[in-house]
């Protein structure tokens, strides 16, 4: 992480966080800036190697972490994750859906099994997690929600129909949550990154000229970092985010706004 965090240590002292797709990319360096904030960590995926060996780290840093190895598609892991995370610590306090999965199709080509396989782990998914921690949560009487999201949920993308439908349902369950559970004490929230270098979205500009066309999108002139998002995911999950509520908070060095000044 950088050595100009956002918020104090201690933020989070004693809170319990789940973190879906907690091992690696975005999800990891979530779970590392609330484990520096304080809170006891959650790590879940469906890949144990990848949870074990982000947990040792994690470990080695002083924040207490367990990995639970879950496939957010079955509702019956989800809830096992959930009452794991609540015996071992008491409690289940935040909640960030970050598990994901994305390939690019044309949209004529995308088969029903290619559909699935991602609606199913992003829309399905999230709300598996959602529904399962926010029983709990309302059994508490407070709670903190957040959803990764991307922008193409609302503005489209080339070859994602799949993930960008998929995206725009958490949308739609984040603000439809956040007015429903409310009274009882938990914010719904979600994080939308622009480009991110991650080792997930490498790929994606793995020549020189896919990387300068990205790039050229972006009025800041780069990728966001993971650190950078774990920033902000950190603020929406604290106490300072109490009146924060149903929001998706765009993070994209302006790339929407490009689109807009282009026509």
Known sequence: MH???????????????????????????????LGR????????????????TA?????????????????????DQVQLLMDKATKEWGSLDILVNSAAGN?????????????????NTV????????RAAGLQMIQQGHGKILSIVASYAWTG???TVHSAAAKAGIVAMTRTLAVEWAHHGIRVNALCPGPTDTEGAR??????????RLRSKI?????????????????????????????????????????????
């Open 55 to 75: 947990k040792d780290g994690l470990l080695r840093q002083g924040f207490p972490t367990i990995a639970v190895a879950t496939d957010v598609r079955q509702p």
């Open 203 to 212: 790929p994606l500009w793995a020549n020189p000229e896919d990387e300068i």
């Open 219 to 263: 009025p800041v002139g780069r990728f966001g970092t993971v650190e950078e998002v774990a920033y902000a995911a950190s603020y929406l999950v604290s106490p300072y985010a109490d009146f924060v509520n149903g929001e998706v908070l765009v993070m994209d060095g302006g790339e929407w706004l490009g689109k807009g000044l282009d026509g």
């Open 103 to 119: 390939f690019l199709v044309d949209s004529e080509k995308l088969s029903v099994n290619g559909w699935n396989s991602i609606v």
């Open 37 to 52: 904030l304080g809170a006891h960590l959650v790590l879940a995926g469906r890949h144990i190697e990848r949870l074990e």
């Open 157 to 159: 993308g080339p070859r």
């Open 123 to 130: 829309l399905n998914g999230t709300f598996y997690c959602t």
């Open 3 to 33: 050595t100009s965090p956002m918020l104090p240590e201690g933020s989070l002292k004693g809170q319990t966080a789940v973190i879906t797709g907690g091992g690696s990319g975005i999800g990891l360096g979530i779970a590392e800036e």
